[in-house]
């Protein structure tokens, strides 16, 4: 199947998203036909607060790491690391993968919805057959958070070309419900711990992401590790060394 076509399966796509090559081979063992990544663990394994633009150079490392992987990856690439709509679309033409997700805010804050649209036209235009899943922050950063204002700039992402729309911070049913009933794209929202994937799936949603939550819960298991050496608890569990040196020479194999 295609990238495209897992978004219109029985269930919802469960896109868990990578910061780096063992996270995604965690995934890819664990099953997981596609595979994202998250900005803000990779802004984060460098040492950076999310957002800033520093993961352009990262994420084009990464984008060649995973594209080794036998699964679709999609790029998390923030507003595309420019304001003009070309440029984006460079950058976007070098990584090679299946999707990309792109945001319509820039240092925490909203952009124009013409300029955001721009970018998603100017990225097809280069990259025709690529899943372009543009992201709407009106939630996300509690600005214009209304259905309204949300549908307004989604409709024009996707009268641009967008191939899915993504409202992280949408949680309400009803506001779901009225965010699928009116983009004629599949709907993304990060994963909801108040609603199942089949409470999703019924009103409408069509993928599912991690975001940063794998993660956040790396480095909270590590801390927790840590502690337990310390002071004395039960050791948590790990995957065993084994298995993650065997993942690694498996895939050290394919650059061959």
């Known amino acids: 199947m295609t990238f495209h076509d897992l978004h219109y399966g029985d269930r919802p796509l469960v896109l868990p998203n990578a910061w780096d090559v063992p996270s995604a081979l965690a995934f890819l063992d664990a099953g997981f036909e596609a595979i994202?990544?998250?900005?803000?663990?990779?802004?984060?394994?460098?040492?950076?607060?999310?957002?800033?633009?520093?993961?352009?150079?990262?994420?084009?490392?990464?984008?060649?790491?995973?594209?080794?992987?036998?699964?679709?990856?999609?790029?998390?690439?923030?507003?595309?690391?420019?304001?003009?709509?070309?440029?984006?679309?460079?950058?976007?033409?070098?990584?090679?993968?299946?999707?990309?997700?792109?945001e319509d805010s820039s240092?925490?804050?909203?952009?124009?919805?013409?300029a955001h649209a721009a970018k998603v036209a100017a990225i097809k235009r280069r990259c025709p057959d690529l899943f372009v899943n543009a992201r709407v922050d009106t939630y996300w950063l509690g600005e214009d958070a209304t259905v309204g204002a949300t549908l307004e700039r989604a409709v024009r992402y996707v009268e641009a070309g967008a191939d899915g729309v993504f409202v992280p911070g949408a949680s309400e049913p009803a506001v779901l419900r009225e965010l699928t009933g009116n983009i004629a794209v599949p709907l993304n929202v990060l994963a909801i711990p108040a609603l199942s994937l089949g409470e999703l799936a019924e009103l409408g949603v069509r993928r599912v992401s991690t975001g940063s939550l794998p993660y956040r819960a790396a480095i909270h298991a590590a801390a927790e590790?840590?502690?337990?050496?310390r002071d004395g608890r039960a050791i948590p569990a790990a995957t065993p060394y084994p298995d993650m040196q065997a993942r690694l020479v498996r895939y050290e194999r394919t650059a061959g």
């Open 36 to 102: 994202g990544t998250t900005s803000f663990g990779v802004a984060s394994s460098l040492g950076r607060p999310d957002g800033g633009r520093s993961t352009g150079e990262a994420n084009l490392s990464l984008a060649r790491q995973l594209s080794r992987l036998p699964c679709h990856v999609s790029v998390d690439i923030e507003d595309g690391y420019a304001d003009e709509p070309e440029r984006v679309a460079d950058y976007v033409a070098e990584l090679n993968v299946a999707g990309i997700n792109i």
């Open 107 to 114: 240092a925490e804050k909203l952009i124009s919805p013409e």
């Open 225 to 229: 590790a840590a502690g337990a050496v």
